[in-house]
T-cell receptor, first 115, second 113 residues
Framework: GAVVSQHPSWVICKSGTSVKIECRSL??????MFWYRQFPKQSLMLMAT?????????EQGVEKDKFLINHASLTLSTLTVTSAHPEDSSFYIC???????????FGPGTRLLVL | GENVEQHPSTLSVQEGDSAVIKCTYS??????FPWYKQELGKRPQLIID?????GEKKDQRIAVTLNKTAKHFSLHITETQPEDSAVYFC????????????FGQGTRLTINP
């Protein structure tokens, strides 16, 4: 089946630094990818839709200058958390639309801890 | 935008009994309704989904029912087993177009031996 990978799987950083998370579709092309954030014991909240070759579409309340999204190729989308703060600590999950069998293929997630 | 409400937030059942989780949604344009199981620190795992052209779908011990008129759908797990313990999320989306998913708040299901 289709596979979506994320890197890194976990990251610890100091407050004020920037962190880049990669999402790759390994055996298929994805012109669209989605970025979700999940705080402990909460649901997945869509942050933005990443569009290959054009600007990302952000959900209401998500700061586009803080969460930079780049979809440089048909298999890679990156999310950069700029000037990270402890409240940005969360589980970040990407997904890509699937085919007839499964509508969304999720990545394994990236756990971010900002100290 | 779409709003998905999921109940209950926690559910505890005896092993072998059935568990039912319910969701309601607001956007009548939604036509895709998946259910995910998520274990701690892992990605959501699709367990069953239903599209708006059917009212019920079953896969072994798991079934989903959909009432498009009332805008609600439910997950039914029969003959529950300890390994069914996890957090379950409903979601809504559209098969065509943006295909983004809106998730319910989640239900923590505990199966007691």
């Amino acid at each position: 089946g289709a596979v979506v990978s994320q890197h890194p799987s976990w990251v610890i950083c100091k407050s004020g630094t920037s962190v880049k998370i990669e999402c790759r579709s390994l055996d298929f092309q994805a012109t669209t990818m989605f970025w979700y954030r999940q705080f402990p014991k909460q649901s997945l909240m869509l942050m933005a839709t990443s569009n290959e070759g054009s600007k990302a579409t952000y959900e209401q309340g998500v700061e586009k200058d803080k969460f930079l999204i780049n979809h440089a190729s048909l298999t890679l989308s990156t999310l950069t958390v700029t000037s990270a703060h402890p409240e940005d600590s969360s589980f970040y999950i990407c997904s890509a639309p699937g085919g007839a069998r499964e509508a969304q293929y999720f990545g394994p997630g990236t756990r971010l801890l900002v100290l | 935008g779409e709003n998905v409400e999921q109940h209950p937030s926690t559910l505890s059942v005896q092993e072998g009994d059935s568990a039912v989780i319910k969701c309601t949604y607001s956007d009548s344009a939604s036509n895709y309704f998946p259910w995910y199981k998520q274990e701690l620190g892992k990605r959501p795992q699709l367990i069953i989904d239903i599209r708006s052209n059917v009212g019920e779908k079953k896969d072994q011990r798991i079934a989903v029912t959909l009432n498009k008129t009332a805008k609600h759908f439910s997950l039914h797990i029969t003959e529950t087993q300890p390994e069914d313990s996890a957090v379950y999320f409903c979601a809504t989306g559209a098969i065509q177009g943006a295909q983004k998913l809106v998730f319910g708040q989640g239900t923590r299901l505990t199966i007691n031996p």
